[in-house]
């Protein structure tokens, strides 16, 4: 079955230590993104991509980077300099420019040590 | 400054009953608004969409309605089922690649 996987599902960071978060698709699309959500609040995108070897910096982008070597994987790095990281991570993908269907992992849970 | 505001953090309704489900916003360069469920542990999944140049937008039991004068939208649900239980977002795009999402409505149907 075509769909996003996000790994792991639950992470914890010490002080000053970076993270990985792992995103990967097999819909083939274009468009990955990552987003944050804290209680309460909205989704709040970090990240988005569009094309291989391209990103781009979203609302809340301070703290955090991303690489896009490869179509299907799109990994977030929360950084040191991220000083409240904890949140709920959601990965997303959609094709070509298309916001109608976004498509969703399951998200990764990130609590500070 | 939110942009995107869903006033109800939970709504409680009657099985077989509608759900309404509501959703303001305050830039009128929005031009197209979606509406995502979201079960426990799992991301938001698609729901239903509609274009400003449209009032209302229906799929079998959930409708969508727009006022762009009131900057308005609502999510109504006829009947209501206990699967309808779950966090509902809504969302607004002004034509660039940024969703603006709302806080969401936990939906809570009673039997």
């Known amino acids: 079955d075509g769909g996003i996987t996000q790994s792991p599902k639950y992470l914890f960071r010490k002080e000053g230590q970076n993270v990985t978060l792992s995103c990967e698709q097999n819909?083939?699309?274009?468009?990955m993104y990552w987003y944050r959500q804290d209680p309460g609040q909205g989704l709040r995108l970090i990240y988005y991509s569009q094309i291989v070897n391209d990103f781009q910096k979203g609302d809340i982008a301070e703290g955090y980077s991303v690489s896009r070597e490869k179509k299907e994987s799109f990994p977030l790095t929360v950084t040191s300099a991220q000083k409240n990281p904890t949140a709920f991570y959601l990965c997303?993908?959609?094709?070509?420019?298309?916001?109608?269907?976004?498509?969703f992992g399951s998200g990764t849970q990130l609590s500070v040590l | 400054d939110q942009q995107v505001k869903q006033n109800s953090p939970s709504l409680s309704v009657q099985e077989g009953r509608i759900s309404i489900l509501n959703c303001d916003y305050t830039?009128?360069?929005?031009?197209?608004f979606l509406w995502y469920k979201k079960y426990p542990a799992e991301g938001p999944t698609f729901l239903i969409s509609?274009?400003?140049i449209k009032d209302k937008n229906e799929d079998g039991r959930f409708t969508v309605f727009l006022n762009k004068s009131a900057k308005h939208l609502s999510l109504h649900i006829v009947p209501s089922q206990p699967g309808d239980s779950a966090v509902y977002f809504c969302a607004a795009s002004g034509g660039n690649y940024q969703l603006i999402w709302g806080a969401g409505t936990k939906l809570i149907i009673k039997p």
């Open positions: 997303a993908s959609s094709r070509g420019q298309s916001l109608v269907k976004l498509f």
């Open positions: 509609i274009s400003s």
């Open positions: 830039n009128s360069m929005f031009d197209y």
């Open positions: 819909l083939n699309h274009d468009a």
